[in-house]
């Protein structure tokens, strides 16, 4: 099975460090936050981040007193950036796809993966090793697209009013599960669409006990803010899932 | 809080004891084999059942080999038809809202509630109270329509081709939980939208391990037979969930 490595794709990555560069996103309004409130306390732990990208989450994992962290990526180009900007001595950037992680021989406190799931194919064999690398009663918290984001849909995801504005969702084949092809900056970006049974059973099976999950939804007051979250109100982003070994 | 007791109302009685003589429909195809396949073992157990209705599921846990069988249901028509077709000395009936189990004064080995939670407003509230009604180590089994079936939708719930094929469901406000009017015979059934992760969470604050959920979906085989059926690809009806104490 081949691993997707778009992010080492110069479009692609470009496109993606200027959205990441602009500090009002769903990343940062949604995603981040709901991703550290189901963190525990990091103080003399050691941290498995898969799929860490610009290694921002690493840098904050040692501010908060993880003593080991190893940030995991396919991508090289990822990586780059995260040596130059979020390195210390605490942290080890490892350039491979997360499904070779068994090569790693040590065990972690916690594993965390931010929105890097919904481009893996073998989801089941990724948790399994992930639940071997850790600890007993380690935790494990990923984010990823919300399987309502992974869905086709008939054409258009949205359809809208004569202003424009979103009335609804176009929800297509929710219950078809596999490779999506969509478009994000550059065309065949593959990801993988999985209902939340199967994402929960998986977890399960694996051995898993599932602690809390997360619908990131924008409260009122952002609204007002940042009216275009609307949409979020009809379809999350994100799904975010704390389990416990 | 007034618990909503819509199958007293003689036209939607009616309408739904037809459709349940019908037995091709997605409670037999669907629901039922889904909610049975989680089923542990019920020979000399204690079963409750939250809205039983007619009692087929009651009966069915006699013949099992479940040594009593509580069946509780706020609709005394309901009630009426159970105790004619499914009366069994095994079983007792009890007219009330699942909103007052807790004055059943004794614990259960296994409780399950079929097709019901969707009109339950206190969801909350009716977990904690089977919680406390389990035996330690006892099994919680319900069924309910899935989220994606207790949205809003713009309008209409489908967009279709000039011929009339279901090519998108139309989502909205998924996000926003709560009362949702809609019409299923009669005018103004009131049910409750709660997302995914509300329900999990939910499960799991009460003291709940989950264990399994299920998204029933078609196979190809009952496509080829029943192709009317295909609509459940885009969106499945139910959401089954099984938990231990």
């Known amino acids: ?30 995603e981040i936050p709901a991703l550290f409130s189901m963190m525990p306390d990091l103080t003399g732990k050691t941290v498995l981040d898969l799929g860490c990208g610009f290694g921002e989450h690493c840098k904050r994992f040692v501010e908060s007193g993880a003593k080991k962290v190893v940030g995991v990526d396919i991508s090289e180009k990822m990586l780059e950036v995260a040596k130059l900007e979020n390195s210390d001595d605490k942290i080890i950037y490892l350039n491979m796809p997360m499904e070779d992680i068994s090569h790693l021989q040590e065990k972690f406190d916690i594993v965390i993966s931010s929105l890097a799931f919904h481009y ?28 309502l984001c ?39 970006v593959k990801k ?17 006990t599932i602690e809390k999950m997360i619908e ?25 899932v704390k389990v416990r070994k």
Chains 1, 2 share one sequence.
């Open 1 to 30: 099975m081949a691993q997707q490595n778009i992010y080492d794709n110069e479009i692609f990555f470009e496109g993606y460090k200027k959205i990441r560069d602009n500090e009002v996103n769903a990343n940062n309004l949604f």
């Open 150 to 188: 992974t869905c086709h849909s008939g054409g258009n995801r949205w359809t809208r009013d004569e202003n424009g504005n979103k009335i609804h969702l176009n929800l297509a084949y929710y219950g078809v599960e596999g490779e999506r092809e969509s478009v994000w900056f550059v065309d065949n």
């Open 120 to 147: 893996v194919e073998d989801f089941e064999g990724v948790i399994r090793n992930v639940y071997e690398m850790l600890e007993e009663k380690g935790v494990f918290i990923f984010s990823q697209e919300n399987p």
């Open 216 to 240: 990131p939804l924008p409260t009122e007051e952002l609204l007002e803010k940042y009216p275009d979250y609307n949409e979020l109100l009809h379809k999350p982003d994100f799904l975010l």
């Open 192 to 208: 993988y669409h999985r209902i939340f049974s199967t994402i929960v059973n998986a977890l399960i099976e694996a051995g898993f």
